[in-house]
C-alpha cells in the first residue's frame, strides 16, 4: 500500500498570504493525485485531480503542481473561506485509494 | 451538482450490524462506479470499499474484508454498505462517494456510533 506524507501538519498563514502544502508519495503515483478541502462538520471537497487540473467550480488561487512522488498544492493569496483541512489522495495504485493525514491551514 | 444523500446511520453494540444507504441524483448513477469512506472523529480520511458501475466489481480495505458488503441498485440510483460485525474502531462518520479513483461527489455524511 502506497503511504501519502503530508507537511507540514499544521500550517499558519496571515489572510492575503501565500499558503503551500506539500504532500509525498513512498512511491510514484505518476499524476494520479488528488486535493481535497474539508471545513469543520462538512464534507471533504475536490480541489485538484491529476496533480493540477481543478475541479468545477474552484477558484484560481488554488494550484496544484508536481509528479511521481513530490506534489505541491498552493494557495495564492489565502481568503477567509479558505482556512480548513487539506488532503492529497493518491489514486494510482488502486485499491486503495490512500489518503494523506492532513494539513490544517490556519489563521496566523 | 451531483447529490449524495446518506442514511441508516447510528449507535450499534459491538458485533452488531447496520446498514447504510446512499440516494443518488442529478447524475447518471449507473455510469460511476461508487464508494465509501470514513473519517474516525478527529482523524483523517480512510477509503472503505468500491464498487463499479455494474457491479461486476468490489474492492475493500483489509480492516472491513469479510465483515462488510457494498452494494447497488442502478433502478433506484442507490448505493448501500452491509456492515456487520460492527467493532468500536468502526466509529466514523461514513460518506457515500461518486468515483473510483478520486472523488468528484461527496454525501454529506452518516455517523456510525459502535459503543456498549
Known amino acids: 500500500e502506497i503511504v501519502m506524507t503530508q507537511s507540514p501538519a499544521t500550517l499558519s498563514v496571515s489572510p492575503g498570504e501565500r499558503a503551500t502544502l506539500s504532500c509525498r508519495a513512498s512511491?510514484?503515483?505518476?499524476?494520479?493525485l488528488a486535493w481535497y478541502q474539508q471545513k469543520p462538520g462538512q464534507a471533504p471537497r475536490l480541489l485538484i485531480y491529476?496533480?493540477?487540473t481543478r475541479a468545477t467550480g474552484i477558484p484560481a488561487r488554488f494550484s496544484g503542481s508536481g509528479s511521481g512522488t513530490e506534489f505541491t498544492l498552493t494557495i495564492s493569496s489565502l481568503q477567509s473561506e479558505d482556512f480548513a483541512v487539506y488532503y492529497c489522495q493518491q489514486y494510482n495504485n488502486w485499491p486503495p485509494g490512500t489518503f494523506g493525514q492532513g494539513t490544517k491551514v490556519e489563521i496566523k | 451538482e451531483v447529490q449524495l444523500l446518506e442514511s441508516g446511520g447510528g449507535l450499534v453494540q459491538p458485533g452488531g450490524s447496520l446498514r447504510l444507504s446512499c440516494a443518488a441524483s442529478?447524475?447518471?448513477?449507473?455510469?460511476?462506479?461508487m464508494a465509501w469512506v470514513r473519517q474516525a472523529p478527529g482523524k483523517g480520511l480512510q477509503w472503505v470499499s468500491t464498487i463499479t458501475a455494474s457491479a461486476t466489481s468490489t474492492y475493500y480495505a483489509d480492516s472491513v474484508k469479510g465483515r462488510f458488503t457494498i452494494s447497488r441498485d442502478n433502478s433506484n440510483n442507490t448505493l448501500y454498505l452491509q456492515m456487520n460485525s460492527l467493532r468500536a474502531d468502526d466509529t466514523a462518520v461514513y460518506y457515500c462517494?461518486?468515483?473510483?479513483?478520486?472523488?468528484?461527489?461527496w454525501g454529506q455524511g452518516t455517523l456510525v456510533t459502535v459503543s456498549s
Open positions: 512511491q510514484s503515483v505518476s499524476s494520479n
Open positions: 491529476g496533480a493540477f
Open positions: 462517494a461518486k468515483g473510483p479513483s478520486y472523488i468528484s461527489g
Open positions: 442529478r447524475f447518471t448513477f449507473s455510469n460511476y462506479a
